[in-house]
């Protein structure tokens, strides 16, 4: 339990009980206007209003909170309206008759069978004040889940604009940029059929780039296809010190968040050893709905710290188009990054 809401817990209770004590006095005074000239008379009166009052009061906000939590404004508006009238209207009548039958037999001495008239005649009224209590919960509610739905679609707007300058900026990488034409500067003078080869798929790279940087979601296909040409130059770039195999079918409504696969091989070739004495091995699959990018764990003894910050924007990402979360595993012999794959439907 968090700081605040301990805070909350300790004031509940102050709270049921002073509002319970103000509107005690209200209803003693409308409905019991006689009482006030007798001290004994009032105490029974105010006594008896008051136990009224707050298990309605506990009683209406228990529920409320219930069905909060468990039924979305967005998702189920009117599931809930009706879900939240009937239960404030059942519970009203059950814990109004009940205290009733408790109050007749404790000041006087009415049992359950000589109160029941009396108990059918006052259910209306209480009745009557649930509904407006239960309409005014249902203003309240929706009007703050408008208003948390509205804020956290601004700041998710804000996140993927963020995501897209930052994505934009890490995909045209000047370092793997000047690595890449300082391999073709090579290539040129000892094989010009993979210069050619190599320049092409410099090409088609840096054509995904330019044209997915202003889509949402690009097609696992397309995705792929990317990679081999990404992959193709790293690999002729470390040779046998870097492997990376792909084992995925991809289906038609199958998308991603553009450049997902590229910043998780960006990452493990920027964070982990490359080497003759220590090769890094990537592999790339499917699991069930997801796709899992995982990487033997060498990290460099020395180099850039990382920071978190490109999974971190591609976190943000997804939460804006799915509810399910990027997962990573770590051990110490592997790293894996699960990232959900999604579908034409959750665009």
């Given at each position: ?66 069905i909060d939590k468990h039924i979305s404004w967005i998702e189920s508006p ?221 990290p460099k003894k020395a180099g850039d710290t990382s920071t978190k910050t ?36 959750e665009k």
């Amino acid at each position: 339990m968090t700081p605040a809401d301990s805070k909350l817990f300790i004031r509940k209770p102050i709270f049921y009980f002073l509002g319970s004590a103000v509107l005690s006095f209200a209803l003693t005074a409308m409905f019991m206007p006689g009482a006030f000239a007798n001290g004994q008379i009032f105490l029974s009166g105010y006594l008896w209003a008051f136990s009224i009052s707050i298990t309605q009061w506990i009683g209406l906000d228990f529920l409320y909170q219930f069905i909060d939590k468990h039924i979305s404004w967005i998702e189920s508006p009117a599931k809930k309206v009706f879900v939240q009238i009937f239960s404030f209207l059942a519970y009203s009548a059950s814990a109004f008759i009940l205290v009733q039958f408790v109050n007749y037999y404790l000041w006087m001495d009415r049992f359950p069978a000589e109160s029941w008239a009396s108990i059918l005649r006052s259910l209306p009224s209480t009745l009557l004040i649930s509904f407006i209590i239960s309409l005014i919960f249902t203003a309240i509610g929706f009007f703050n889940a408008w208003k948390q739905s509205f804020v956290r679609a601004e700041k998710l707007k804000v996140e993927m604009m963020a995501y897209k300058y930052e994505s934009l900026r890490n995909q045209i990488n000047p370092h793997f940029l000047f690595n890449s034409l300082n391999v073709l500067s090579d290539l040129v003078y000892d094989d010009q059929a993979l210069a050619v080869k190599f320049i092409r798929q410099m090409s088609d790279l840096f054509r995904y780039v330019l044209d997915s940087r202003d889509k949402e979601l690009v097609p696992l296909k397309d995705e792929l296809a990317f990679i081999e040409s990404y992959s193709f130059m790293l690999k002729t770039r470390f040779e046998e010190k870097l492997s990376i195999d792909i084992d995925v079918e991809p289906r038609p409504d199958d998308y991603l968040v553009p450049m997902t696969l590229q910043l998780l091989i960006e990452n493990a070739v920027k964070h982990n050893e490359v080497s003759e004495a220590f090769p890094l091995r990537i592999n790339i699959r499917r699991n069930e709905d997801s796709l899992e990018v995982e990487n033997n764990f060498q990290p460099k003894k020395a180099g850039d710290t990382s920071t978190k910050t490109g999974l971190k924007n591609i976190t943000q990402q997804y939460a804006f188009f799915s509810e399910r979360h990027i997962t990573i595993i770590s051990t110490d012999e592997r790293y894996i990054v699960r990232v959900p794959i999604l579908k034409s439907l959750e665009k």
